[in-house]
């Protein structure tokens, strides 16, 4: 079963996981100014894409869920953006098209095995011209794993004409192997489902690892998207670098 959230209920995903996506291309547009040509990896329901070409960049969006992409579309439809999406795996991305700038936001989580770690790097690099840019996040190890100890439950409630969708995501600690173990549930309508999965954190050095070891230089990590928060301050880890030319 493919994860439901991502699936079933990708129609209701905004609505549940909320992000300051304004400030965000703020941080983006920023970093990647003189850039023209963007490869959204992972776009999910295309927010940034949407919001990025908006702001001029040229944008080719693409995730692993047609269902995500469908409502991306949409989205984009409405807004009447001029945006190319592609479905497919971040393990084999096209060699059509060559880009400026590569945005990747909280995907690689989901890439559990070391050498698939390795690989989706060099795929961002087969993917960029000479001198291209990255920005990417995932979740840093120290301090989400301090949070998820905390407060292992995360739980929301939202009207859907006149219904209640109840969602809930709860997370155990694999230590060893540097997992978030979790659980989602949805009810809506009678229905209920259920999705366990995992994801695996990063540490600053894995990341430069893999990243030089990949051909990326001038790699700025923060907090979050913004210069001023230092890395280990929060769960998050904001990557900025650029591919060798």
């Not at 909320?18 to 547009?29: H, K, L, Q």
């Not at 960029?128 to 100890?149: F, N, T």
């Not at 600053?204 to 001023?228: A, P, Q, T, V």
């Amino acid at each position: 079963m493919r994860r439901p959230f991502y699936e079933k209920y990708a129609w209701v995903y905004d609505r549940i996981i909320t992000r300051n996506i304004s400030a965000e291309c703020d941080f983006i547009e920023n970093c990647f100014e003189g850039k023209k040509t963007l490869f959204d990896a992972g776009c999910g329901t295309g927010n940034y894409s949407i919001a990025l070409t908006k702001r001029n960049f040229s944008v080719t969006a693409f995730d692993a869920s047609e269902s995500l992409l469908e409502v991306a579309k949409m989205k984009a439809d409405k807004e009447k953006t001029e945006i190319e999406f592609i479905l497919g795996n971040l393990l084999n991305l096209p060699e059509e098209k060559k880009f400026d700038a590569v945005l990747c936001r909280g995907v690689l989580n989901d890439i559990i095995g070391n050498s698939e770690r390795k690989r989706v790097f060099s795929e961002f690099a087969k993917v960029l011209l000479p001198g291209g840019m990255i920005i990417l996040d995932v979740r840093e190890w120290g301090e989400s794993a301090k949070l998820k100890k905390e407060s292992p439950q995360f739980e929301k409630r939202i009207n859907v004409d006149g219904e209640l969708l109840e969602f809930r995501a709860t997370t155990k600690l694999d230590v060893e192997n540097r997992q978030l173990l979790i659980k989602e549930e949805h009810k809506y309508k009678g229905n209920y489902d259920t999705y366990d999965f995992i994801m695996k954190c990063w540490t600053k050095e894995e990341l430069l690892n893999i990243l030089k070891h990949s051909g990326f230089l001038n790699i700025e990590l923060f907090g979050g998207y913004d210069r001023k928060i230092p890395v280990g301050s929060t769960d998050r880890i904001v990557v900025v670098g650029s591919l060798k030319k």
